[in-house]
Structure formats: structure tokens, C-alpha cells
């Protein structure tokens, strides 16, 4: 997809009506570490959403955001969002916020997801199986009632995936595998891990993004996955991909 704009906004606006939060919801800054960089939302063509911080006076019902639109905040109604469950992450003081607009009411938000919030290490655990040898037919392979519990404990260990979701739509694939070793043919197998390095917000949904680097050490994009935010709290995120559900929990640093 193609990038068509940055949406930047002014840093004199952001102190005089929104202040500073110091709440970085694990994404870790320092001092020297711009605050510009938190103001920039990557936007893509065809993307209506709206991108800015939240402001001193926002509550359950109205959202106070600064947008690079208007000098002065504007006051978006998110009560019917909040009541339809489609407030993704409570938005703090200093927030970045991405906001989804009703179409029969340009005051209304449909979704509101806190991308700060959103950002950090989401994980959950996977089990192997057993592997398929050439020529068995389809259907999952069962161990034998005696096979040992000390093999048995060998050989099913769980092993984190997942991805870490970073500022300027970076993506870190959680769960590769760099040990020769734990790469080897065995007698177990685990799921494909999906190694995602971009993402997007896209009209009040989630682009994730695979992407290969190809002979020039440029990153392109090889796939797509298009996924509904179900919820997203402090620690817990819920992905809704085509096929399925997916739960994540929140990796302590």
C-alpha cells in the first residue's frame, strides 16, 4: 500500500491545550527522546480515520482531541462507541488516539482505538504436534497410551508468539527461532509464526502486514492480514482475523 502523508502537529498546540502525560503505557521515552515522534500518525490512502491527542476534559462520554486540523481541540462524542464496546483502550491525558467518525453524524465516533495503548509486546502461547511422516493420512497423529512421560515432557514445550507492535508502524515478530538447533527436523512441529513488520490503522481496523526484505535490504510487503480489534485493556488484547479469534497477553518488559 501505498504511504500518501504524515499528520504532524504542532508542539506549541500540544503543550497549551493538552499538556503532557507522563503515562508512556510501555512505551518507554526519555527526555531526549522527541515528543514529535508520539504526534505522528502514519496515514494511508483511503484511511478516513482521524489521528490526535487527547485533552484535559475528556471523559466516558466526549473525547477532547487535537488534531493538526483545527487550532483549538475538538469535542467528539464517543457515549455510543463506549455503549456498543468500541472504545479500544481508555484514552489518558497525552494519548494518541485514532478515531473512526460515525457516517450519519460527523460529531460521533463509530470506534476509538488508543494507540498507545495499542503499542508493546502481545504474546500468547503455542504447543507443537506431533510430525507427519511421508505417506500417513490425514488426521492428527496420537501417541501411543505407554509413550513416556519423560519423552512426552521433552518434547511438548510451549513456546511464546506473538509480535511487538512499535512507533512509526514497526512491527517485531516475537517467537522466531534463532538457535539452529530448535530449528532442526524433529518429531514434533510447531504452527507457522506469522513475521509481521508493519502495521496500520485503517478505518477503525488493523493492517498487520508481512514483509521480506528483498536484494537492495528494502522492506516489501508479501501479505496482509485484516483484523477487527474485539477488545483491548491494559493487559489483554482480542484480534478477530478472518478465520479466527486470537488472545494475547501483554509481556512484561
Known sequence: MKRTFFILFSLVLLFAACGH???????????????????IAQQLEGDSTIYGLACEGSNDSILVLMTSINSNPDTIDILDARINRRVFGRPDIG?????????????????????????????????????????????????????????????????????????DNTVRPIGI???????QPGPVEYPPLKRYRQWYVYNGQILLCEARRDTLGNQQIISTDTVDIVFLRRDTLQLRFKDHEQGYYRRSN
Not at 127 to 137: F, H, I, K, S, V
Not at 177 to 183: F, K, V
Open 21 to 39: 502525560s507522563g503515562n508512556n503505557n510501555g512505551d518507554e521515552q526519555t527526555a531526549g527522546d522527541s515528543l514529535s515522534q508520539k504526534a
Open 95 to 167: 494519548d494518541q488516539v485514532a478515531i473512526s467518525m460515525s457516517k450519519d453524524n460527523k460529531s460521533v465516533a463509530d470506534i476509538v482505538i488508543n494507540i498507545d495503548r495499542l503499542k508493546g509486546e502481545w504474546c500468547y502461547q503455542v504447543m507443537p504436534t506431533l510430525r507427519r511422516r511421508a505417506g500417513e493420512a490425514d488426521g492428527a497423529v496420537q501417541l501411543p497410551p505407554d509413550f513416556p512421560d519423560s519423552l512426552r515432557q521433552k518434547w511438548f514445550q510451549p513456546r511464546e508468539y506473538g509480535f511487538e507492535i512499535r512507533r
Open 177 to 183: 527461532q534463532r538457535n539452529e538447533a530448535e530449528r
